[in-house]
């Protein structure tokens, strides 16, 4: 069974470009997660998707958005980039929602913003 | 602020050595769980101790969840280069909340 996969693996933009990250689960999990990593600071929650619905949102700004498609891919937009928002996005899948099932990551998707 | 404080931050030893890590929080959890991440690779999920007192052992590897349920400890036995990496420790409140994550322990293990 194929893993959770993460598109693109690597992003650079620039200071004010908006960026989309795409993550396919793994077949069969309908819940999707996703987390910003930077050194120093762990895995911060940005939110959480299930049957195309924002089931949970960590404390982020607006400008971070994502959604869940009806195969249970998901996508996340962030807009008006910040040097701040350099970081590794990582998505996790899992086969329903909460802390009872257990999570699978991806590789994650590294953004550097310049 | 951190809910749940690792420790050391950063630990470097030689191979065959023992070492113990530690996830700490004021807070009471109802499982937490123990990663291991290596570089480019997202986290894999290594167990869930859910009881107070609970010891799991994983071949060289013991966890073990304090009785109050607000810490829990890693400890490794005789280390392998293999064990090279970043150990999250993440707690869950609730199954319908998000689990809470603690900054990590990067650990090198030197041949």
């Known amino acids: 069974k194929a893993g959770v996969t993460q598109t693109p693996r690597y992003l650079i933009k620039t200071r004010g470009q908006q960026v989309t990250l795409s993550c396919s689960p793994i077949?069969?999990?309908?819940?999707v997660s996703w987390y910003q990593q930077t050194p120093g600071q762990g895995l911060q929650f940005l939110f959480e998707?299930?049957?195309?619905?924002?089931?949970n949102k960590g404390n982020f700004p607006g400008r971070f958005s994502g959604r869940q498609f009806s195969n249970s891919r998901s996508e996340m937009n962030v807009s008006t980039l910040e040097l701040g928002d350099s970081a590794l996005y990582l998505c996790?899948?899992?086969?329903?929602?909460?802390?009872?099932?257990?999570?699978?990551f991806g590789p994650g998707t590294r953004l550097t913003v310049t | 602020t951190q809910l749940l404080e690792q420790s050391p931050q950063f630990l470097s030893i030689q191979e065959g050595e023992n070492l113990t890590v530690y996830c700490n929080s004021s807070?009471?959890?109802?499982?937490l769980q123990w990663y291991r991440q290596e570089p480019g690779e997202g986290p894999v999920l290594l167990v869930t101790?859910?009881?107070g007192g609970e010891v799991k052992k994983l071949k060289r590897l013991t966890f073990q969840f304090g009785d109050a349920r607000k810490d829990s400890s890693l400890h490794i036995t005789a280390a392998q280069p293999g064990d090279t990496g970043l150990y999250l420790c993440?707690?869950?409140?609730?199954?319908?909340?998000?689990?809470?994550w603690g900054a990590g322990t990067k650990l090198i293990i030197k041949p």
């Open positions: 101790v859910v009881t």
């Open positions: 993440a707690g869950a409140k609730d199954s319908n909340y998000q689990l809470i």
């Open positions: 807070s009471v959890f109802s499982s």
């Open positions: 996790a899948s899992s086969l329903l929602p909460g802390t009872s099932y257990e999570q699978y």
């Open positions: 998707y299930f049957s195309e619905t924002q089931r």
């Open positions: 077949s069969g999990h309908r819940s």
